[in-house]
Nanobody, 118 residues
């Protein structure tokens, strides 16, 4: 079974940047959505950014709290998706998870911790 592995988390100062990666161990066919979620301590897991895969072209959605600061993207050749995070704030501190869905399967990574602190 295909596994997703996140990387790129760490400690960064407010205003800094990080790029998260989510690598799949194999190809996932007929993808419907590719999503980054995050979960802060004591809070629910929330959607951060999403790619909706369509034949007419991908569409991206973002949580209001990250619009203009985060960018989701994917590299099909590398079976990898990314989350570029700029102008990071302390409230962005969370474990970030990637998720890929098709009609049959719902894949999750184990998460990578992002800590924004001075």
């Amino acid at each position: 079974q295909v596994q997703l592995v996140e990387s790129g988390g760490g400690l960064v100062q407010p205003g800094g940047s990080l790029r998260l990666s989510c690598a799949a161990s194999g190809r996932i066919f007929s993808i419907n959505t590719m999503t980054w979620y995050r979960q802060a301590p004591g809070k629910e897991r929330d959607l951060v950014a999403r790619i909706i895969v369509r034949d007419s072209g991908d569409r991206t959605d973002y949580a209001d709290s990250v619009k203009g600061r985060f960018t989701i993207s994917r590299d099909n050749a590398k079976n990898t998706m990314y989350l570029q995070m700029n102008s990071l704030k302390p409230e962005d501190t969370a474990v970030y998870y990637c998720n890929v869905k098709n009609a049959v399967m719902n894949y999750w990574g184990k998460g990578t911790l992002v800590t924004v602190s001075s």
